[in-house]
Nanobody
Framework: VQLVESGGGMVQPGGSLRLSCAAS????????MSWVRQASGKGPEWVSE????????YYADSVKGRFTISRDNAKNTLYLQMNSLKPEDTAVYYC??????????????WGQGTQVTVSS
């Protein structure tokens, strides 16, 4: 199983970035997917979730209206479009997969993270 995030980097306040998370080794289309971030010296913060079929999305109040989560089940890829970025969005962003194996065993997987830095 692999979750590989990409697309992080440094951007000025007000800028945009698009994160991607490429999944392999499990049935991506049956797993709910989330983005979680962790700023230096702070605990993890849930950012957004999209359910398996992509019909429902959820956002933390801190990112609502600025971030958009999406997925392409044909490409086994999760996305996070981040607009109007603020310095407080600076963090390592992780993607998370949550679901069940065909024999109903719960599984949760994490990527290695990608750094997002918002600074002038």
């Amino acid at each position: 199983v692999q979750l590989v995030e990409s697309g992080g980097g440094m951007v000025q306040p007000g800028g945009s970035l698009r994160l991607s998370c490429a999944a392999s080794g499990f049935t991506f289309s049956t797993y709910d997917m989330s983005w979680v971030r962790q700023a230096s010296g702070k605990g993890p913060e849930w950012v957004s979730e999209i359910i398996a079929d992509g019909r429902n999305t959820y956002y933390a109040d801190s990112v609502k209206g600025r971030f958009t989560i999406s997925r392409d089940n044909a490409k086994n890829t999760l996305y996070l479009q981040m607009n109007s970025l603020k310095p407080e969005d600076t963090a390592v962003y992780y993607c998370n997969a949550d679901g069940e194996t065909p024999n109903k065993i719960h599984r949760a997987y994490w990527g290695q993270g990608t750094q997002v830095t918002v600074s002038s």
